[in-house]
């Protein structure tokens, strides 16, 4: 039990150093660019495997939308997925 709780400290100190790091910086570090109305058109034919909950179920690029880097992309979805995290700790 002692050893579940020193994790979570860890992890939360982890999280709370990477947040303050990132804080202003974040677009410098995890956005590659923004889409222009050219590429934001060929997004739109290609098939969204999964839809983002802030679109309101309306898969649609527009222009000048953010490109996330894919480093910072996994590393969110690791971060903010428990599953994920079970996963590693108990192979």
Known sequence: MTFLKHALIILVVVWVSISFYIGGKFDEICIEGRLSSEQAHVVNLLHWGRCPTYRDGEC?????????????????????????????WWR
Do not use: H, M, Q, Y
């Open 60 to 88: 649609v690029a527009e222009a000048n939308d953010r490109v996330l880097v894919g480093e910072c992309s996994e590393f969110f979805k690791t971060l903010w997925s428990p599953s994920k995290w079970a996963r590693i």
